[in-house]
């Protein structure tokens, strides 16, 4: 008898297309006779949440506990927090049951291309995350994210934030996930958590999965969970929690042997390492069969595709990606002409007409031979769109850059980084200004649109090296499509974490309590941009930002998603060019409401106290947990309530 394998993608993620692991994992094992069962947990949650029944529930429980928190003229800090954090006076809080099974209507049609109607969708599904964060206070829900304050420190707050009173997921868990479970007569449930904001998702899950069916044989992998643990050695085992075990760098071949072991009459335990260099060569196409492509939130499929693993350039002093312990993985490519075919075949299979080439970074002359051997191979040219993230080197010559607009090119994300040479040669980038700018104008013209993505901070970056960064995106406002400009953050497998002394780097640390090392802290050898010139770059940012029609992600004008992806396809490159339209933002009738003021008042000066704390514990004492804490706000002063009154009374 064979082994039953289901693989989960946990909340909380992208809910408007699936992610590349499950039909990369789906298909691998299917290829060598195992019966697996792909579960998107992320986009199932979401419909649950989404239902009218389930957010009336929510948004009544939000209500009382609103009222009671203003029941007191006097707010705690804990107290102040929470209120802080209610939407129950927030534009559309009475109504949002009623509306949502529209505004899903409106992301999986026709609609979605229609602004206002789109801008409304946008608004009820982000109240409705608001309402669940409020209703399982003091987590912080999002698409990109699931976090309360002091999860993810050590392997106790993680069983802890796991317990079913604070589970969000507990109703999807016992009423969906585990009936099906059953049904497929499952032997391995395994885990894919890509990103960090999965991965208290996952633990809770699988905390429920074992109370629930004891002698279920769970295992994880993924990037967030390699990164997470592959320093760590031998004690990384002292966070398998409910799992049976975790799988470091790539799974297939790993989740391969445990369910042969499994079958075997024999149960893996701990830390199992995969591969992070395999032969893309000996791995079947993605299977996206199973999936349920029509929950997606998107009018209709755009799915990914790893043509490619890893960066062939592998460099950059910043970077650490993927599934490695530092760096980026090895570079590989599938087969050209096989990729090709597979991918015109899947398109027919599965109704899409738009595919995500992921990977770190894609080499230009890879695409050229893919749509060359399709093109040789008879395939309709451009019956498909496609798009990736990309360098912007020499190699994208004008003649290059015609092809592949012409096999489908629909938009590049560039790497952009810096506008400083200075900068880019200290990252090790490779590139330069000049080219850079020459490629995304070449890339431009040709109708393709082009993202850029940069950041300031790099160590030893001063205050005129970032505004060259600036003057960049400014030069590049006619010829770009969308931006990024983030702010650096040190990455534990990156070349300046290896050698900080290299970067102007004093001492590279983490937080005593963080046991997981989930985050890492550096002192700089001296100060690098005063506190005037840090409020003068956020400013020159907001200035480029108010220029476009950009909202968070994953929707349309965030980055490389798949509402982008869309807009692009049917609007064009220029879909999100704004002309400064959001600079003067119009106050709504409720934003002078009392109640929202008051809300938003007490916000602020609670938000600033935490933000204090935090500083305090994470920069001066170098020390994080519940009880220091506890310790630091016991003596911050109460939040006086104005307008009680008017919070005992239903609103709208």
Same mark, same amino acid.
């Given at each position: 008898m064979g082994t039953n394998v289901v693989i989960i993608y946990p909340p909380t993620a992208d809910p408007t297309s699936p992610y590349i692991s499950l039909p990369v994992l789906s298909g691998y094992l299917r290829s060598k006779g195992i019966a697996a069962f792909p579960i998107d947990a992320n986009i199932e949650f979401y419909c649950r949440l989404l239902e009218k029944k389930k957010l009336d529930t929510l948004c009544r429980r939000v209500e009382r506990r609103t009222q009671d928190l203003a029941v007191s003229g006097n707010l705690s800090h804990a107290q102040a927090l929470e209120l802080s954090a209610s939407p129950v006076y927030d534009k559309g809080f009475s109504t949002l049951p009623d509306r949502v099974a529209g505004a899903l209507r409106v992301l999986r049609g026709s609609a979605f291309y229609d602004d206002a109607a789109y801008s409304g969708a946008v608004e009820t599904v982000e109240l409705a995350l608001s309402v669940l964060s409020a209703a399982y206070y003091p987590a912080r829900i999002t698409f990109s994210s699931y976090r309360t304050p002091f999860a993810l420190l050590c392997a106790k707050e993680i069983q802890d934030e796991s317990q079913p009173d604070r589970n969000p997921f507990l109703e999807?868990?016992?009423?969906?996930?585990?009936?099906?479970?059953r049904e497929v007569h499952a032997d391995v449930v395994g885990f894919s958590v890509a990103f960090t904001g999965q991965l208290q998702s996952a633990f809770s899950f699988a905390y429920t999965l074992r109370r629930m069916m004891p002698d279920m044989y769970l295992t994880a992998g993924g990037p967030a969970l390699t990164q997470l643990l592959a320093h760590r050695g031998a004690a990384g085992e002292g966070f398998l929690g409910p799992f049976d075990s975790i799988v470091l760098f790539e799974g297939e071949t790993a989740l391969l042997q445990i369910a042969e072991a499994l079958a075997s009459g024999l149960r893996p335990a701990g830390i199992i390492t995969g591969s992070n260099n395999g032969d893309l060569g000996r791995l079947p196409f993605p299977d996206y069969e199973g999936l349920p492509l029509d929950l997606y939130l998107s009018p209709e499929p755009v799915l990914p595709v790893d043509f490619t693993r890893g960066c062939y350039w592998g460099r950059c002093a910043f970077c650490h990606y993927g599934l490695t312990s530092s760096g980026t993985a090895p570079y590989r490519e599938r087969p050209h002409r096989e990729t090709a075919a597979?991918? =015109?075949?899947s398109a027919l299979r599965y109704g899409s007409r738009i595919f995500y080439l992921s990977g770190d970074t894609v080499s230009p002359a890879a695409l050229e031979h893919l749509f060359l051997s399709a093109k040789t191979a008879g395939l309709p040219n451009g019956s498909i769109r496609w798009a990736s993230d990309i360098r912007a080197e020499s190699s994208l010559t004008a003649d290059r850059i015609s092809f592949l607009k012409e096999s489908g090119a629909l938009a590049f994300s560039f790497g952009v980084e810096s506008g400083s040479d200075t900068i880019l040669r200290r990252m090790n980038k490779g590139l330069d200004r000049q080219t850079m700018q020459a490629v995304i104008r070449r890339v431009s013209e040709a109708g393709i649109a082009a993202e850029i993505m940069c950041f300031y901070g790099f160590p030893g970056e001063t205050f005129a090296e970032a505004m060259e960064t600036v003057e960049l995106v400014n030069e590049l406002d006619g010829l770009m499509s969308l931006f990024m400009f983030g702010e650096f $953050?040190? $990455?534990?497998?990156?070349?300046v974490a290896a050698h900080p002394e290299s970067f102007d780097i004093e001492e590279v640390w983490t937080v005593k309590g963080d046991e997981i090392g989930s985050a890492l802290?550096?002192?700089?050898? =001296?100060?690098?941009? $005063?506190?005037?010139?840090?409020? $003068?770059?956020?400013?020159?940012i907001r200035v480029l930002a108010d220029q476009w029609a950009m909202r968070s992600y994953p929707w349309a004008g965030s980055l490389s998603t798949a509402h982008t992806l869309l807009r692009y396809d049917r609007n064009g490159p220029s879909a999100f060019k704004n002309a400064g339209n959001n600079r003067?933002?119009?106050?709504?009738?409720?934003?002078?409401?009392?109640p929202y003021k008051e809300i938003n008042r007490i916000k602020c000066i609670a938000g600033d106290r935490e933000a204090a704390v935090w500083h305090t514990m994470i920069y001066e004492l170098k020390t994080v947990s519940?009880?220091? =804490?506890e310790k630091l706000t016991s003596g911050i002063p109460p939040v006086r309530l104005r307008h009680r009154a008017l919070f005992q009374a239903r609103p709208g």
């Open positions: 999807y868990i016992a009423g969906d996930l585990v009936p099906r479970l597979a991918l =015109h075949a $953050s040190l $990455s534990r497998g990156s070349a802290f550096f002192t700089p050898l =001296h100060e690098w941009k $005063s506190e005037k010139e840090l409020m $003068s770059l956020d400013e020159a003067t933002p119009v106050k709504t009738a409720h934003e002078t409401e009392k519940r009880e220091l =804490h």
